[in-house]
């Protein structure tokens, strides 16, 4: 009898020790990437359709999708430790890197451009000046578009009410502006595409200030690829051949934009349940640069943009920047 309790005992102890690796080794071998469903995270739409990143990690290592309306959403996610990597706005990249004591890094560009400052027609907005007491939307308050607006505001003497001054700012989920415009809610919004060319043709409204229009006419950064440096450390395979997918990815987006239109669309759907109309999205990604070369300079001209409106509290430093294992693959 007593051979027999040591027996199970010692069972016990190897199917613990089994399901304890067991659980371990799934939650090492899976890979959590965040994205926006927007078409400037084109690259993320199209890898998560095609499953060309998990077709390249195997069967050993899963890839969990997880999709945010904007940036600030999605770092708080990194801080949790449940994003690996991350498609997001250069702003919260920036922010994510200084609050973190540099444990968030850039390693890829997405896309340049994309963003358009559009109003009601009813409102009478021709200029940035005549924002002043309207109520401007922003995808989230902290995000990319909301700097651009602020640097703009700032340009043209205007400043946010809650800042004492006579613009009344708001965030709203991007699928909400079109039904802000058509209640009045709203007079103005920044957003990102397929945003501003969905309300230009379902409601009646104007370009302020198109794609090429904003950040003083520069080519700006409006996503970027965020990792945290200790999953590259400790995962630079995976995360090597994360990057190959999204160089892919790119290179086929630039290479055949109406084709890639179409699997953007359907991966929309499969999250969203509702597709873009095809004239949509083929003008959307007209103001969209794909591109993954690191955009240093643009992002480094937030990072001062951010400290003046106190996003951060310092600038971004060289080591925000990890290109090594891009500049591999791209050879």
Not at 40 to 69: E, P, R
Not at 226 to 253: C, G, P, R, S, W
Request: overall charge negative.
């Amino acid at each position: 009898m007593k051979k027999v309790l040591i027996g199970l005992l010692c069972a016990a102890v190897i199917i613990g020790a089994m399901i304890w690796v067991a659980v371990n080794r799934e939650k090492e071998e899976t890979v959590s990437v965040a994205y926006f469903d927007n078409i400037t995270h084109g690259q993320a739409l199209i890898m998560k359709h095609n499953q060309t990143l998990q077709n390249m990690l195997g069967d050993d290592v899963d890839v969990s999708w997880v999709s945010f309306n904007a940036g600030p959403a999605e770092v708080e996610a990194c801080f949790s430790g449940d994003i690996d990597i991350g498609y997001i706005g250069p702003v919260p990249a920036a922010t994510a890197y200084t609050k973190s004591d540099g444990d968030f890094i850039i390693i890829s560009g997405v896309t340049n451009g994309g963003a358009m400052l559009i109003a009601r027609k009813d409102a009478k907005i021709h200029s940035v000046e005549d924002l002043k007491g309207r109520t401007v939307s922003v995808p989230q308050l902290g995000n990319t578009q909301h700097l651009l607006l602020l640097d703009l505001m700032k340009k043209n003497n205007l400043s946010a009410v809650s800042e004492g001054g006579n613009v009344k700012v708001i965030e709203a989920q991007n699928a909400d502006v079109v039904n802000l415009f058509r209640s009045g809610d709203v007079d103005a919004a920044l957003v990102p595409e397929p945003w501003g060319t969905t309300i230009l043709k379902e409601t009646d409204a104007d370009i302020v200030l198109d794609y090429d229009q904003l950040n003083s006419g520069k080519d700006y950064s409006t996503a970027v690829v965020m990792v945290n440096k200790q999953y590259m450390k400790e995962h630079e395979e995976i995360v090597k051949k994360f990057l190959q997918a999204h160089i892919d990815a790119t290179n086929y987006i630039v290479s055949k934009p109406e084709e890639a239109a179409l699997v953007m669309n359907e991966q929309l759907d499969e999250d969203t349940g509702k597709s873009l109309k095809e004239d949509v999205i083929n003008e959307a990604i007209k103001r969209i640069d794909y591109n993954y070369e690191i955009p240093k300079a643009s992002i480094m001209d937030y990072s001062g943009l951010c400290l003046e409106q106190k996003f951060i509290d310092a600038e971004l430093k060289e080591d925000a920047f990890d290109g090594r294992l891009l500049e591999q693959l791209s050879k």
